[in-house]
């Protein structure tokens, strides 16, 4: 029974939007809506309303699309492996005395009972304790209380007791308050009513709070999520009373309450390596379907590029996943994931921001490949038309050495060789009487001079008295040299100044 359950689940996954249609609409069910959410709604119709029928339905419509490579989905989740959850539904335990709500005497059989909730991947259901009754307001106050009385049997109380600690303080068999909107269609989603407060035999239970936003102008959000009431409970044969203390505000709730065996991110993340895990072949498959070339297309696309960055984290992939209804082959990481959504359940894909639940997730075995054979350095491929892939490494290196390197290279120039400088060498040289192409016979008269070869360069002379130095050696030579030129400036010191060798 839960290996055809499993199957005819994996079956749906793999519809057409035609085909999701044509399941919903044998069966009553509306089939509007966009693609995930007709998968959500059929998968929700196979848990709830599971029949040799709608198996029968579900084969026909799979056989019909996939005739020869039927087996791919069976493999994907092994038999004998139990799923996270299972459909909400009265145990005999349940049936048996009556509950009371309001501190009125009322069946199980009430109106309100036929609400359902939806499933939720960190809680198995065990037993019903309670199912979903309505919380009737007793006047016409704007705060109400209302009362819920059950008892635990000694094999539920013998389940709480001998349960493993998942944290310190907190059992994995836990007795759950769940409550959610009056809607008999469908399956209804945990909903808090205003100003709510539980209280359990006299003592208040933690009621998760409100998330702050960073937004500007947007109001916080209260995660709503079973409530657990497993530490105040008498866990013995006497009778525990619940009150509820809900703000009336037109709205009607319902209330149910639940003993569950609660999962941790990492029990979900070995369910997931177990159960879906798509093959690599299978991935390259989709990669083909999305790059065929489409002739009513303008643009050719001759590949796809993808990070291998989680957008969650901004850390490298460790185990690669992706939503079986979303568009792109982006993946995001698995464990940080589930760590996120246990912690703050939203169940949203981090890369489009469509629904992606749990029974949705697969791991995608071509990117762990892809994983296991590039270094660190590779932070992006692309995958071509044809399946394969390439790393996109050299175009990223390329583009840090140009951020790295602002300013362009240039050759190193040794101006003390005067060759190099394209000036002549009696320009390179400076004696200490301010006169070119006498430093070697000024060397020899300044003691603790360099050696010979050296240049002598006097710091305190500038361009002007320079010249006016060179002007005043009396040398004939220098004097028909300066015939044609102009006047020598005069300095702009009187004095004589002292003269520095600069080493």
């Not at 493993?164 to 399956?187: A, N």
């Not at 497993?230 to 509820?244: D, E, F, G, M, Q």
């Not at 809900?246 to 159960?275: H, I, P």
């Not at 995958?383 to 990223?396: A, E, F, V």
């Given at each position: 029974?839960?290996?055809?359950?499993?199957?005819?689940?994996?079956?749906?996954?793999?519809?057409?939007?035609?085909?999701?249609?044509?399941?919903?609409?044998?069966?009553?069910?509306?089939?509007?809506?966009?693609?995930?959410?007709?998968?959500?709604?059929?998968?929700?119709?196979?848990?709830?309303?599971?029949?040799?029928?709608?198996?029968?339905?579900?084969?026909?419509?799979?056989?019909?699309?996939?005739?020869?490579?039927?087996?791919?989905?069976?493999?994907?989740?092994?038999?004998?492996?139990?799923?996270?959850?299972?459909?909400?539904?009265?145990?005999?335990?349940?049936?048996?005395?009556?509950?009371?709500?309001?501190?009125?005497?009322?069946?199980?059989?009430?109106?309100?009972?036929?609400?359902?909730?939806?499933?939720?991947?960190?809680?198995?259901?065990?037993?019903?304790?309670?199912?979903?009754?309505?919380?009737?307001?007793?006047?016409?106050?704007?705060?109400?209380?209302?009362?819920?009385?059950?008892?635990?049997?000694?094999?539920?109380?013998?389940?709480?007791?001998?349960?493993?600690?998942?944290?310190?303080?907190?059992?994995?068999?836990?007795?759950?308050?769940?409550?959610?909107?009056?809607?008999?269609?469908?399956?209804?989603?945990?909903?808090?009513?205003?100003?709510i407060a539980v209280k359990v035999n006299q003592s208040y239970c933690h009621v998760p709070g409100y998330y702050p936003s960073n937004k500007p102008g947007v109001e916080p959000r209260r995660p709503c999520?079973?409530?657990?009431?497993?530490?105040?409970?008498?866990?013995?044969?006497?009778?525990?009373?619940?009150?509820?203390?809900?703000?009336?505000?037109?709205?009607?709730?319902?209330?149910?309450?639940?003993?569950?065996?609660?999962?941790?991110?990492?029990?979900?993340?070995?369910?997931?390596?177990?159960?879906?895990?798509?093959?690599?072949?299978?991935?390259?498959?989709?990669?083909?379907?999305?790059?065929?070339?489409?002739?009513?297309?303008?643009?050719?696309?001759?590949?796809?590029?993808?990070?291998?960055?989680?957008?969650?984290?901004?850390?490298?992939?460790?185990?690669?996943?992706?939503?079986?209804?979303?568009?792109?082959?982006?993946?995001?990481?698995?464990?940080?994931?589930?760590?996120?959504?246990?912690?703050?359940?939203?169940?949203?894909?981090?890369?489009?921001?469509?629904?992606?639940?749990?029974?949705?997730?697969?791991?995608?075995?071509?990117?762990?490949?892809?994983?296991?054979?590039?270094?660190?350095?590779?932070?992006?491929?692309?995958?071509?038309?044809?399946?394969?892939?390439?790393?996109?490494?050299?175009?990223?290196?390329?583009?840090?050495?140009?951020?790295?390197?602002?300013?362009?290279?240039?050759?190193?120039?040794?101006?003390?060789?005067?060759?190099?400088?394209?000036?002549?060498?009696?320009?390179?040289?400076?004696?200490?009487?301010?006169?070119?192409?006498?430093?070697?016979?000024?060397?020899?008269?300044?003691?603790?001079?360099?050696?010979?070869?050296?240049?002598?360069?006097?710091?305190?002379?500038?361009?002007?008295?320079?010249?006016?130095?060179?002007?005043?050696?009396?040398?004939?030579?220098?004097?028909?040299?300066?015939?044609?030129?102009?006047?020598?400036?005069?300095?702009?010191?009187?004095?004589?100044?002292?003269?520095?060798?600069?080493?």
């Amino acid at each position: 029974m839960a290996a055809e359950l499993v199957e005819a689940m994996n079956m749906v996954k793999s519809f057409r939007v035609s085909d999701l249609q044509t399941l919903l609409a044998s069966m009553g069910r509306s089939k509007s809506g966009l693609k995930q959410d007709l998968v959500g709604r059929a998968l929700r119709l196979v848990q709830t309303e599971y029949s040799p029928e709608l198996l029968k339905n579900v084969r026909q419509l799979y056989e019909s699309r996939f005739p020869k490579t039927s087996g791919w989905l069976a493999a994907r989740r092994p038999e004998g492996v139990p799923v996270a959850y299972s459909p909400l539904s009265s145990s005999p335990t349940a049936s048996q005395g009556t509950d009371y709500l309001n501190g009125i005497s009322k069946p199980l059989t009430a109106p309100a009972a036929e609400v359902k909730l939806v499933p939720l991947p960190f809680y198995q259901t065990l037993e019903t304790l309670l199912p979903a009754t309505e919380l009737i307001p007793q006047n016409n106050d704007k705060l109400q209380d209302s009362q819920c009385i059950f008892e635990l049997t000694p094999n539920q109380a013998d389940q709480i007791r001998n349960a493993s600690e998942l944290r310190p303080g907190i059992r994995s068999i836990q007795v759950v308050l769940r409550i959610c909107y009056s809607d008999s269609i469908g399956v209804q989603e945990d909903q808090y009513p205003p100003n709510i407060a539980v209280k359990v035999n006299q003592s208040y239970c933690h009621v998760p709070g409100y998330y702050p936003s960073n937004k500007p102008g947007v109001e916080p959000r209260r995660p709503c999520r079973p409530i657990n009431i497993t530490p105040w409970l008498h866990l013995s044969s006497v009778t525990n009373r619940v009150t509820i203390t809900w703000g009336n505000f037109g709205k009607r709730y319902s209330v149910a309450v639940y003993l569950v065996r609660a999962f941790t991110a990492a029990d979900l993340f070995n369910q997931l390596k177990l159960c879906s895990v798509e093959s690599a072949e299978r991935c390259r498959e989709r990669i083909q379907d999305k790059l065929r070339f489409d002739p009513e297309s303008e643009i050719a696309t001759t590949g796809l590029r993808v990070s291998l960055i989680c957008p969650l984290v901004k850390m490298r992939l460790g185990v690669p996943c992706r939503v079986l209804t979303c568009a792109h082959l982006q993946c995001f990481d698995a464990v940080f994931f589930l760590q996120m959504n246990e912690k703050k359940p939203t169940w949203t894909c981090p890369v489009c921001d469509k629904p992606a639940p749990f029974e949705l997730l697969t791991i995608d075995g071509l990117c762990s490949e892809i994983l296991k054979l590039t270094g660190e350095d590779v932070e992006e491929i692309e995958y071509l038309t044809d399946g394969s892939w390439r790393p996109i490494r050299d175009d990223k290196e390329k583009e840090r050495e140009r951020e790295r390197s602002k300013t362009p290279e240039y050759s190193v120039v040794d101006i003390c060789v005067p060759e190099a400088n394209g000036h002549s060498p009696a320009h390179s040289s400076t004696s200490l009487t301010g006169r070119p192409g006498s430093s070697s016979s000024s060397m020899a008269a300044v003691p603790g001079a360099p050696a010979a070869g050296g240049v002598v360069v006097d710091l305190t002379l500038d361009s002007s008295s320079e010249e006016e130095g060179g002007g005043a050696g009396g040398d004939s030579e220098d004097t028909e040299d300066s015939a044609d030129s102009p006047a020598p400036k005069r300095g702009r010191y009187n004095y004589d100044k002292d003269l520095v060798t600069a080493y």
